[in-house]
């Protein structure tokens, strides 16, 4: 059994995947498995998933047609045989003592799932752009077991699942999977709330080890066609909790916040001439759970409540543009203090980048 199987679902993403790879295999913890799943992908990409094949036995590669994200995770989760998983974005990468760490954490602590800061980043010309990202401000919350359903907080880290390992006995037991649907996106939604209701033992860390591309236009949150993706996950999501009454009697404030939060987002970044039609959309949804008594007042913070009002009383609500891919990386690096630091900067920064070249960090 190999200490954690590393899962890579792959879609037309040649110009990133040698990164991403190497990042894989000269990993510290040697006692993994790589599972690449190939889903179609018409570029370049099976033919470079091939050749890292060829060289490291550690790699699984399953070449299958189009099914989507969720597809494709399940087909590696089925495939898996580690005693915990991991996931890899094939445009991300990942720092080279990341599965060594988190394993030797999970161990020590008898964790179903443990989880660590990391950092978004683009380039700038043959630059790397950090951001540090961390899952929790409250500091409190690292380092620390806990189990979400008794820190309903911890349902509001920053949501991804790639920047955790969990454990495998315990996915299949509660019958964790990510959501099948055909070129949706945004299907790892699902997969975070089922870890999360079901964990007895957690953990997030300090320590960025994870790096999130920034800068791929073909990614899902800089797609505007996918207006919908989103709320289908999130009635998949709400299917899911209610299999348990309790669960969802105690979920359902939690659900409508993190629902209304990502429905925001996505009328801040969809092209314009889907918005009007989105927020009508958004707002029936929302009067849908609140005629029900799904959530009130009390469950969201005064920002939140006064644009969800507005919506439940079909009053016109300004929603600010980003222009995508949008995001905090971007409101910084378009800061009149971040352009001069990088003035500044540049000599350190060369020899930065020089040093990470040697170490691969």
């Not at 399953?62 to 969720?70: A, F, Q």
């Not at 905090?328 to 000599?347: C, D, E, F, K, Q």
Request: hydrophobic share 35%; aromatic share 14%; glycine share 6%.
């Amino acid at each position: 059994m190999p200490k954690v199987s590393v899962i890579v679902p792959v879609y037309n993403v040649e110009k990133y995947l040698r990164e991403c790879m190497e990042s894989i295999v000269r990993q510290t913890l040697r006692d993994i498995e790589i599972i690449c799943v190939n889903d179609g992908s018409t570029d370049g990409s099976l033919k470079i998933l091939k050749e890292y094949a060829e060289k490291d036995d550690r790699i699984i590669l399953i070449d299958r047609e189009n099914g989507g994200y969720g597809r494709a995770m399940n087909l590696g989760l089925d495939r898996a045989t580690g005693e915990y998983i991991g996931i890899v974005e094939p445009d991300d990468y990942v720092a080279l003592t990341m599965y060594e760490d988190l394993y030797n954490a999970a161990k020590e602590y008898d964790l179903d799932l443990v989880k660590a800061d990391f950092y978004r980043f683009r380039y700038e010309g043959d630059t790397h752009i950090f951001l540090y990202t961390r899952l929790s401000d409250n500091p409190q919350d690292y380092n620390t077991v806990f189990r979400p359903m008794d820190r309903l907080s911890s349902f509001f880290y920053v949501m991804n699942t790639w920047a955790g390992i969990y454990r495998l006995s315990f996915l299949r037991e509660k019958e964790i999977r990510h959501h099948e649907t055909p070129g949706a996106a945004f299907q790892d939604n699902g997969f975070f709330f089922q870890t999360f209701m079901y964990a007895e033992r957690a953990m997030i860390l300090t320590g960025p080890y994870y790096r999130c591309r920034r800068d791929n236009p073909n990614s899902s949150v800089n797609n505007p066609a996918k207006v919908y993706a989103m709320n289908i996950e999130y009635d998949y999501i709400r299917g899911l909790i209610m299999r348990d009454p309790q669960m969802w009697e105690k979920l359902k404030g939690v659900y409508w916040r993190k629902r209304y939060r990502n429905c925001y987002v996505t009328m801040k970044r969809i092209a314009p001439e889907y918005l009007d039609e989105y927020k009508r959309q958004v707002a029936k949804e929302l009067k849908r759970g609140y005629a029900r008594g799904e959530f009130t007042r009390q469950d969201f913070i005064d920002s939140e409540w006064r644009i969800t009002q507005a919506l439940l009383e079909d009053r016109e609500v300004t929603i600010p543009r980003e222009a995508a891919p949008q995001d905090p990386l971007s409101v910084v690096m378009n800061s009149g203090s971040y352009r001069i630091g990088r003035a500044v900067t540049w000599l350190p920064r060369k020899a930065r980048d020089l040093v990470r070249k040697v170490t691969g960090g």
